[in-house]
């Protein structure tokens, strides 16, 4: 059983759409991630979460917004959908005691 | 800007090989330098990690290699096998709350049979 699940896998959208990437986890942690990857450019962060009271702008947040329903749960929003967010995008988590982050599986987001 | 630089983008070695990625940082507030290891279609995930206090680390077939006064550290795979085949991060981050991770670009690894 995956410890850090993300929904869906694969998404194809059209430019101008709203967009939700969805993430849950059962290890407990309180801290939460979402980064995205491009080719060459490696893995950014673009939101997290210290815990559901907490959410904090990570490196390129413009564009994105993100919730964090519950300790399990995060959620990664796209407004206004634009081809240069075309990327791999994962969730992750932490405890707050440990350096070590948990990745999902990824999703795979391609704007036409 | 990239505050973790890694090179090179691709490797390939024939297996029993000794691949070496490395990465150079610029910060010198970082004091945890982490490797992921990504398969396709997989999330990354931790292989190992190191502190600035020590110089070298092992696990099992795979060591990280530590320069504080270079700002650079290393990854090396011994007698690497077609099954490491696999892209491979640096990254680092400093104490504190935060503990936010800077990646570096990523290496593609390909180890041949």
């Known amino acids: 059983d995956a410890d850090v699940t993300q929904t869906p896998r694969n998404r194809i959208t059209k430019t101008g759409k709203r967009i939700m990437l969805e993430c849950s986890q059962t290890k407990g942690h309180d801290r939460m991630y979402w980064y995205r990857q491009d080719p060459g450019l490696g893995l950014r962060l673009i939101y997290y979460s210290f815990d559901v009271k907490d959410i904090n702008k990570g490196e390129i947040s413009d564009g994105y917004s993100v919730s964090r329903q519950a300790q399990a749960k995060f959620s990664l929003s796209l407004e206004s959908a634009i081809p240069n967010q075309t990327a791999l995008y994962f969730c992750a988590t932490s405890d707050p005691d440990r350096a070590e982050q948990f990745f999902g599986p990824g999703t795979r987001l391609t704007v036409l | 800007q990239q505050q973790v630089k890694q090179s090179p983008q691709s490797l390939i070695v024939q297996k029993g090989g000794i691949p070496i990625i490395n990465c150079a940082y610029e910060?010198?507030?970082?004091?945890?330098f982490p490797w992921y290891q990504q398969f396709p279609g997989k999330g990354p995930a931790l292989l190992i990690a190191?502190?600035?206090?020590?110089s070298e680390k092992k696990e099992g077939r795979f060591t990280i290699s530590f320069n504080k006064s270079a700002k650079q550290f290393s990854l090396h795979i011994m007698d690497s096998q077609p099954g490491d085949s696999a892209t491979y991060f640096c990254?680092?981050?400093?104490?504190?709350?935060?503990?936010?991770?800077?990646f570096g670009s990523g290496t593609q690894l390909t180890v041949l049979p």
């Open positions: 990254a680092a981050a400093r104490s504190g709350s935060a503990r936010q991770l800077t």
């Open positions: 910060n010198t507030a970082f004091d945890y």
């Open positions: 190191i502190r600035p206090d020590v």
